[in-house]
C-alpha cells in the first residue's frame, strides 16, 4: 500500500534576518478572525463615540446686550440662549473698582493743605487714581498738572492724603506706609543693575564663588576646632587598656558599678569614629593568654601612625617589644596613645599656623602692615643633634613645654617605596632561579 501524501498548505517561511521571536508574531495562515472586531456594538470599545444629533437643538437668538460694568450705556449685540435672556452679562463679575475716597473744601483747608500741591493738583491726582484704578504708570503718562511730578511724588501725596482722611474722619482703616527715598534709592539701583556690563556680571560671579569657598573654609575651621576639642577632652583621659588580672573573670559588683560608669564616661567623652584614641585587644573571656599580647597594637591604625610610633620609640632608644609585666604594659600602650594624640595635635597646630600666614599675607597686602607670630602657635622643627637641647621656657608667646617628642613626629613623609632596580646586562651576573627553571625545561 501506498501512503497518501497530503499537500502541505501555504507556507511562510522566515526570511533571512528576521528575529525568531518578531517571526512568531506573524501570522502565517491568513486568519484575521482572531483580531477583535472595532465596529461591533457590544463587543468592541467600552467607551463609545458621542452620537451628535440625536437631541433637540437648543434655540439661540441675536439679542442687544448691556455691560452693567460700563458707565457711557453702550450697547452691543452677541448670540444668546432664549432660555437666558433675562440673565446679567457674565463677564462684568469681573469689573474690580476700587473705592477712592472724596474731600470737601473745608477738610481740604483742615488736613490737605500742603505747599508742594496745591487744590487743583490734588483733586486732578484723585481724578485720575480713580478714572485708571491706581495704574501708576499710566497715571503719570495723564498727568496735565501745572507742575510736572514724578511717580514717587505722586504716590506720596496720595498714600497720606488718604491717612489725613481716615484720621479725620475717625475710620478704623489701615495705615498706608509709602517711603519714597527708599522707592527712589530701590529704582536706581535696579536700573544699575540692569545696565551692568559683562565684566561686571562676571566680577560679581567670581565674588559669589569666592564668598561660598569663604563659608567652606570656616565651617572646615568650625569642625577642625570641635575635633581639636575632642583630642584635648581625649588627652585628659587614660586609654583604655585590657584587663590583665585573672580576678577580672569574675568581676565584683564593686568593680562592675565602676566599669559601667568609666564606660558611660567614655561614651559621653569620645566618639567611635575617632581614631586618635587607640584600642587595644581585650581578652574578658576565661582563661589564660599571654599579656605580650595586649601591647598588639589594633589593625586600623594608619601607616603613617605607626611610623612615627616606631620613629619616636626608635629615637628615644626604647625596646619596640617589652617585657609583657602588667605596669610596662599598661604605661607602653598609654605611652603609643599619647603618640598617636600628639600627631592629631600637631597636625591641627600645622593647618593653624598655615591659615596665621596666609591672614597675616592678606593683611599686609590691605593694609602695608605685619604682625607677628607667637612661637607657641608655630610647628617647631629641631635636627636630631638639638633634641637634648631645652628651649627658654615662661616668657610671653612662648610654648608651655619643650616640644621633644612632637618633633620627632613627621606629617608631611610618606613611608619610603620600594623601587626595582634594572640590572644591566653583564656576563659576570649569575643567572636568576627562573632563568636556571628555564634552562633545565629546555
Not at 27 to 49: I, S, V, W
Amino acid at each position: 500500500m501506498h501512503k497518501k501524501s497530503h499537500r502541505s498548505d501555504a507556507y511562510f517561511k522566515r526570511p533571512e534576518g528576521m528575529h525568531r521571536e518578531l517571526y512568531n508574531l506573524l501570522d502565517r495562515e491568513r486568519n484575521f478572525a482572531a483580531l477583535m472586531p472595532t465596529t461591533t456594538k457590544n463587543t468592541g470599545y467600552c467607551h463609545q463615540k458621542a452620537r451628535i444629533g440625536m437631541r433637540r437643538v437648543r434655540p439661540w437668538e441675536w439679542t442687544p446686550f448691556e455691560n452693567a460694568a460700563r458707565t457711557d450705556g453702550l450697547k452691543l449685540n452677541h448670540w444668546k440662549r432664549t432660555d437666558k435672556l433675562d440673565d446679567l452679562y457674565p463677564f462684568a463679575r469681573f469689573n474690580k473698582v476700587i473705592n477712592i475716597p472724596t474731600f470737601t473744601d473745608e477738610e481740604y483747608d483742615k488736613c490737605l493743605n500742603s505747599a508742594k500741591w496745591s487744590k487743583m493738583d490734588t483733586h486732578h491726582l484723585f481724578d485720575l487714581c480713580r478714572r485708571f484704578d491706581l495704574r501708576w504708570v499710566i497715571i503719570v503718562d495723564r498727568w496735565e498738572g501745572s507742575t510736572r511730578r514724578t511717580m514717587e511724588e505722586m504716590k506720596e501725596r496720595f498714600y497720606n492724603a488718604i491717612n489725613e482722611l481716615h484720621a479725620l474722619r475717625n475710620e478704623n482703616a489701615e495705615v498706608l506706609y509709602y517711603d519714597a527715598e527708599h522707592e527712589k534709592r530701590r529704582k536706581e539701583q535696579l536700573i544699575k543693575q540692569w545696565n551692568r556690563t559683562e565684566q561686571q556680571i562676571e566680577e560679581e560671579e567670581m565674588l559669589i564663588a569666592e564668598l561660598k569657598k569663604i563659608e567652606v573654609r570656616k565651617r572646615e575651621r568650625e569642625r577642625k576646632a570641635q575635633d581639636l576639642q575632642k583630642l584635648i577632652t581625649a588627652g585628659e583621659r587614660t586609654p583604655a587598656s585590657p584587663s590583665t588580672s585573672i580576678a577580672s573573670v569574675v568581676p565584683s559588683s564593686s568593680m562592675k558599678k565602676s566599669h559601667k560608669s568609666r564606660l558611660l564616661k567614655s561614651s559621653s567623652v569620645s566618639n567611635p569614629s575617632d581614631h586618635s584614641n587607640l584600642r587595644f585587644p581585650e581578652f574578658r573571656s576565661a582563661g589564660a593568654h599571654l599579656r605580650s599580647q595586649e601591647m598588639k597594637l589594633p589593625t586600623n591604625i594608619g601607616q603613617k601612625k605607626l611610623k612615627n610610633i616606631e620613629t619616636v620609640i626608635e629615637k628615644l632608644k626604647l625596646d619596640l617589644v617589652p617585657f609583657g609585666v602588667a605596669d610596662i604594659v599598661k604605661g607602653y600602650n598609654e605611652f603609643r596613645a599619647r603618640i598617636v594624640l600628639l600627631q592629631e595635635l600637631k597636625h591641627s597646630l600645622h593647618s593653624a599656623e598655615f591659615e596665621l600666614e596666609s591672614l597675616r599675607t592678606r593683611y599686609n597686602a590691605l593694609t602695608g602692615k605685619t604682625f607677628d607670630i607667637e612661637p607657641r602657635m608655630r610647628v617647631r622643627t629641631t635636627s636630631e643633634s638639638s633634641i637634648t637641647e631645652m628651649p627658654q621656657l615662661g616668657t610671653e608667646g612662648a610654648p608651655m613645654t619643650n616640644r621633644t617628642i612632637t618633633d620627632m613626629i613627621e606629617l608631611t613623609t610618606s613611608l619610603p617605596q620600594t623601587m626595582r632596580k634594572r640590572k644591566a646586562p653583564s656576563s659576570s651576573t649569575s643567572p636568576s632561579p627562573v632563568d636556571n627553571r628555564r634552562l633545565r625545561k629546555s
